[in-house]
Nanobody, 115 residues
Framework: VQLVESGGGLVQPGGSLRLSCAASGFSFRSYGMTWYRQAPGKEREWVARISNSGGITQYVDSVKGRFTISRDNAKNTVYLQMNSLKPEDTAVYYC?????????WGQGTQVTVSS
């Protein structure tokens, strides 16, 4: 299993970013996917998850209405569109999949929201 995140960067408050996570090594279309984030000095928290078909999505309350998770099963990629970014969204963002009882993680991509 390999997960590779990209799309992070430095953005001003109110700005937008779209994160991507390219997956390989497993049957992507058969698994739900989750985005997590970890801010400095804080525990990792889940941000958004999507079912294998993309028909069901869930969000942590702090990002509802601002973030959108989606997936393209033809491209084995899951996305996180982040709008109206706030300084408190600053964190390393990870995508994750649980396959055969094991949690797999990418290397993460840094998102910094600052003026």
């Amino acid at each position: 299993v390999q997960l590779v995140e990209s799309g992070g960067g430095l953005v001003q408050p109110g700005g937008s970013l779209r994160l991507s996570c390219a997956a390989s090594g497993f049957s992507f279309r058969s698994y739900g996917m989750t985005w997590y984030r970890q801010a400095p000095g804080k525990e990792r928290e889940w941000v958004a998850r999507i079912s294998n078909s993309g028909g069901i999505t869930q969000y942590v309350d702090s990002v509802k209405g601002r973030f959108t998770i989606s997936r393209d099963n033809a491209k084995n990629t899951v996305y996180l569109q982040m709008n109206s970014l706030k300084p408190e969204d600053t964190a390393v963002y990870y995508c994750s999949v649980k396959s055969r009882g094991t949690d797999y993680w990418g290397q993460g991509t840094q998102v910094t929201v600052s003026s």
